[in-house]
T-cell receptor
Framework: AQSVTQPDIHITVSEGASLELRCNYSYGATPYLFWYVQSPGQGLQLLLKYFSGDTLVQGIKGFEAEFKRSQSSFNLRKPSVHWSDAAEYFCAVGDTGGGNKLTFGTGTQLKVEL | DAGVIQSPRHEVTEMGQEVTLRCKPISGHNSLFWYRQTMMRGLELLIYFNNNVPIDDSGMPEDRFSAKMPNASFSTLKIQPSEPRDSAVYFC?????????????????FGPGTRLTVL
């Protein structure tokens, strides 16, 4: 079965600094990978997704992620963080065998210092 | 598009009472997912439907939980009787499942959630 690990529970960065959130997955074939963001009291919103092709994926709000098969990683990056980016970020991997179930990581809480 | 609609947004009830959570998926989507989110356990998939048929209910914690999808535009998650440990935020999500052989590429769209408190 697939699994996702987000090793950082909390991350604090200064506004304007760069950001990288880590995500490692376990999956037997080429995975479908997702990053979602959850603001306080809100549902999850899709930031970006990787299915195939170019390993560098662009998303909304200036985020990007790079799929690295050799490292089983799909890290999320942003060159300059804004205070409004403070939220919880979830990495997810798609189901095996043609299904459409997602397995989510435990999330990384991002705090932005002004 | 209105997105995924959940009701109520907040529910406070007493232990032993029946609770019904409702979800209206995005029009045209044929997959629906129920999740539960708590501080201790994170985001857990409870059950999901494809074309109104339950596909995987292995995440439903026990017989007190049941879910139905009588038609493509409505689903319910019922807890009877409710217990304090059921307190959580319950999310509904929907996607446009292609159902073809091989891999699905469908994105799940989440509703705003129902915050349930069982006293």
């Amino acid at each position: 079965a697939q699994s996702v690990t987000q090793p950082d529970i909390h991350i604090t960065v200064s506004e304007g600094a760069s950001l990288e959130l880590r995500c490692n997955y376990s999956y037997g074939a080429t995975p479908y990978l997702f990053w979602y963001v959850q603001s306080p009291g809100q549902g999850l919103q899709l930031l970006l997704k990787y299915f195939s092709g170019d390993t560098l994926v662009q998303g909304i709000k200036g985020f990007e992620a790079e799929f690295k098969r050799s490292q089983s990683s799909f890290n999320l990056r942003k060159p300059s963080v804004h205070w409004s980016d403070a939220a919880e970020y979830f990495c997810a991997v798609g189901d095996t065998g043609g299904g459409n179930k997602l397995t989510f990581g435990t999330g990384t809480q991002l705090k932005v210092e002004l | 598009d209105a997105g995924v609609i959940q009701s109520p947004r907040h529910e406070v009830t007493e232990m032993g009472q029946e609770v019904t959570l409702r979800c209206k998926p995005i029009s045209g989507h044929n997959s629906l997912f129920w999740y539960r989110q708590t501080m201790m356990r994170g985001l857990e998939l409870l059950i999901y439907f494809n074309n109104n048929v339950p596909i995987d209910d292995s995440g439903m914690p026990e017989d007190r939980f049941s879910a139905k999808m009588p038609n493509a535009s409505f689903s319910t998650l019922k807890i009877q009787p409710s217990e304090p440990r059921d307190s959580a935020v319950y999310f509904c999500a929907s996607s446009a499942y292609t159902g073809t052989s091989g891999r699905s590429t469908d994105t799940q769209y989440f509703g705003p959630g129902t915050r349930l408190t069982v006293l």
